[in-house]
């Protein structure tokens, strides 16, 4: 069973409800048993969720403090973390074996971060039209110079869901 951390936008981004559905239709079919962990459920975490729902996937929602009494669909696991929206974040990504940027803003940015420097397989999307786009011009390959884990940027939501499923679990590193 993976457990797969998924980065997206907290609020919308036009165009980006298609990618989320296509990724995690693909996801549904490459790796069933996968656990997807989400941030809360509001803006694309919605999306997630109720597309993961509906294929059969297992959701697991690490809500942050200022927002635990969001409700959220039957089945799903709710982790009321007690912390503020980095904190939770922190809950979310080490709880990972890989991690999904499917677009987003500074908090999806700090999840990719969070990833890299723990060690996590890290798998970006691109052209999604939300801020985590620029990730690959910034840093094509790699976040800083330790080279903790090969950043894999792609274009395809369906390419992103193979990838993520095919990634074996990354260490559990320090920040540093």
Known sequence: MKQIAVAVHSNTVPG???????FVEALAGRCPDAVLLVGGYWGHM???VDSALKRGLRVVAVLPIERE???I???VVAIRSGCEYRCRSVILVRSADA???VGGGVGTAIEAFMAYAMGKPLFVLAGTGASTDRLREAYPEYFDERRVVKVVYVDDPERLAELVCAAEGGAAASFG
């Open 16 to 22: 980006l409800a298609e990618k989320v559905e296509r």
């Open 46 to 48: 919605k999306e997630v």
């Open 69 to 71: 009494n969001v409700e």
């Open 73 to 75: 669909p039957p089945g």
């Open 99 to 101: 991690v999904a940027v």
